[in-house]
C-alpha cells in the first residue's frame, strides 16, 4: 500500500470495502451450489478473481485499486445471479 503512495488508513478502507462487497454474498453463493455445478461455479469464481487481480497488479495509486474492489465487487454480484 505505501508503494501505490497510501497509509494504512488507506489499507483499512480497501480491505474494509473488501469485506462489505463480499459478505452479503456468500449466502448466495452457498444456495448456488445447489443450483449450479460445481465445475462451473469455481470456473465462474476463477474468472471473477481474475477479473479483479489483473487490474489491481496494475494499479498505479490507492484510488484505482479501491475503483478495482467496486468493479471486482460488482462481477462477483453479476456471477452470483
Known amino acids: ?30 444456495w448456488l451450489t445447489t443450483r449450479i455445478r460445481q465445475r462451473t461455479l469455481l470456473l465462474t469464481g476463477a474468472g471473477c478473481g481474475f477479473a479483479y487481480t489483473l487490474p489491481a497488479s496494475v494499479a498505479p495509486g490507492v484510488p484505482l485499486l479501491v475503483a478495482g474492489q467496486v468493479l471486482g465487487g460488482r462481477v462477483r454480484l453479476a456471477a452470483s445471479r
Open 1 to 30: 500500500m505505501i508503494d501505490l503512495g497510501g497509509d494504512v488508513t488507506d489499507a483499512g478502507l480497501v480491505l474494509g470495502l473488501c469485506a462489505f462487497l463480499e459478505n452479503p454474498l456468500m449466502p448466495a453463493l452457498g
